[in-house]
């Protein structure tokens, strides 16, 4: 399993977008092995307009507290209830069953591709 | 902090590598932070047991037939009345009654003191030390750069002790009480066993020659194996602390603060027959509204951290300030997390004296929300004996 999958859009700020619609977003396994064990997941309030770049929603784990960056701008219409019911599922499996939420996207931000993020993360110490 | 400054690293780092540690710096050292899981590292330790690295921390060793009334001047408590083979927690206090760092110093012989302080107050703490034992026939040597520290926590920690067959202890570590420390040898090399720790377990400190420390951990590792023990960094080590209600230097204690205000009042010997240093400011105390350390649980899952606002009121800043102008928290939180062993969220925090009694409600600014929190008193975890 690749750490950054192909199919999916990448945000400087650690978040995944899907490319088409539905538009799910996440945190990137880079985000979930950084935060360490999620122990509580606020994503923003379906009917939330975000815009992309800025911070909607919290994620925190034992060790600290994240902000949550919208990928791009639109309105959520759904959040992962599951995730926030069991907010381990996020580092278990941070592209699939650990989703945060749905964008109805009305303004898509620029992305960057698997290998984009992938290089952007290698340049980190 | 410059790349330079975080580059010490542990004698054991390769060993970590191995394992897959994540790291992160800590007063100036990479340190393991976690392996694979900080809460899989946690319950390790409360149910089975965890292997630590702490060879960040100093060792400072105090000798000469004056070291044990050096050490009474020195620090805070009694040292001179400790057995052989005793370990005894005690303070470094400035003149004026803060903290200078918190130690634990075992006895190993008449005239032989082992002082253990924090890697981030090593100068410190060397420096007081060697200030202070000059006018005592005493030498103060930091031994840190040669000393490894390993710590076996939690209950499985003496079985697996026990099958590190090349690890031959002075005392048969089942007679080997709380808080005291034997001598050992392993790989016929010099080693310290103390039964003391800093998890709220039972547990061990070991204390080795580096050069000797890789194969003493990963023979560890092995007798461990079938018990459930794990490797374990720091971030599980602040949460087992935290639940044990345990300080930790730079955010519980610090100069600026009494030990009476961080509920270690009792670890001051006013009944010493002998001056020390922080002994007047001490006598003289914090004054009654100084704030107090308390224990402050909640529900939910959202903690508070290090720098949160604790008020006493749950109404929001704009409906107070419509009454009465604004309102000043009643204290601030040192540390927090959702304690992985309790499924709650427990913080510790500075509070005034007005809102310190357990059972007051008050109410923790989480980033912009007030969540409700019950003064408890400390420890909030304390292991079933």
Known sequence: ?125 | MSASASERLSPLHAVHVAAGASFTDFAGWQMPVRYTSDLAEHHAVRTAAGIFDLSHMAEIAVRGTGAAAALDYALAGRLSALAIGQAKYSLLLTPDGGIVDDVVVYRLADDDFLVVANASNRGAAVQELTDRAVAFDARVVDESDATALIAVQGPGSRGILDRVTALDAGTPLAELRYYRVTSARFADRPVLIARTGYTGEDGFELYVPVDVAESLWTAIVQAGAGSGLVPAGLASRDTLRLEAGMPLYGSELGRDIFPAQAGLGRVVNLAKDTDFVGRHASENGPDAVARVLVGLASEGRRAGRAGYPVYASGDTEAVMEALEGAVDPAGIVTSGALSPTLGHPIAMAYVDPAVARPGTTVYIDVRGTRIPATVVPLPFYTRAS
């Open chain 1, 1 to 125: 399993m690749t750490d950054y999958p192909d199919t999916l859009r990448y945000a400087a700020e650690h978040e995944w977008i899907a490319a088409e619609p539905p538009f799910r977003v996440g945190i990137t396994r880079y985000a979930a092995d950084a935060l360490g064990d999620v122990v509580y997941i606020d994503p923003p309030a379906v009917g939330t307009t975000v815009t992309a770049g800025s911070a909607f929603g919290e994620i925190e784990s034992t060790k600290s507290v994240s902000d949550l960056y919208a990928p791009a701008t639109g309105v959520v219409t759904e959040i992962n209830e599951a995730a926030v019911a069991d907010p381990s599922i996020v580092n278990d499996d941070p592209y699939g069953s650990g989703w945060l939420y749905v964008l109805e996207v009305s303004e898509p931000a620029p992305t960057l591709s698997a290998e984009e993020y992938q290089a952007l993360v290698d340049a980190k110490p």
